[in-house]
């Protein structure tokens, strides 16, 4: 009998206190420290990309959302110290289950996954993302690829953290391409 008068009591306490809502769109709350969020594919110091297309990554998604294909590195001009580079670099976010399998997979630790978690569209295609949308931008010492690697250094001293930066004949290389991209465009 008293057990409905319980119940609006327990309503009634509960209608005078103050809601603890966070406005979402206009304040945003910061998130863990591990979140694990969009993907992002890193460089090292002198702008060369960590990715060298194994495709481990792709083997260890247990929800097939990811799709690399690799190219092999022109000795003269390459993407990333290695062998192979990823030319194409896929992640589709409507299968993603942010598990961070594939950044555990990766050798080279190009893969991380970074603190942004607003993915959404209207339409499905802007949610699969592609190798220039995932790469980590170029700093302000860096130069953009294809170039030779750091004169003296193999595979190994990169991936050993020996390079710091981009060398001066680095980054002659990419000027004279960059001049030669220029000129053949005015022509």
Known sequence: MFAPVAGFGVTFAT????????????????????????????????????????????????????????????????????????????????????????IEACPTRALTMTNEFELTDSSRAPLIYERHQLLAPLGPDMVAPPFPMAEGMSERDYYRGQVTGPTQEQKDFVAQRDARTTEEGTA
């Open 15 to 102: 209608m005078f206190r103050k809601v603890a809502t966070t406005e979402y769109p206009e304040v945003k709350r910061g998130t863990a420290a591990r979140f694990h969020g969009r993907h992002q594919l890193n460089r090292y110091p002198d702008g060369l990309e960590r990715c060298i297309g194994c495709e481990l990554c792709a083997w260890a998604c247990p929800a097939d959302a990811i799709y690399v294909e690799a190219a092999d590195n022109i000795p003269g001009a390459r993407y990333s110290p290695g062998e192979r580079y990823g030319r194409v670099y896929q992640i589709n976010y409507l299968r993603c289950i942010f598990c961070g399998m594939c």
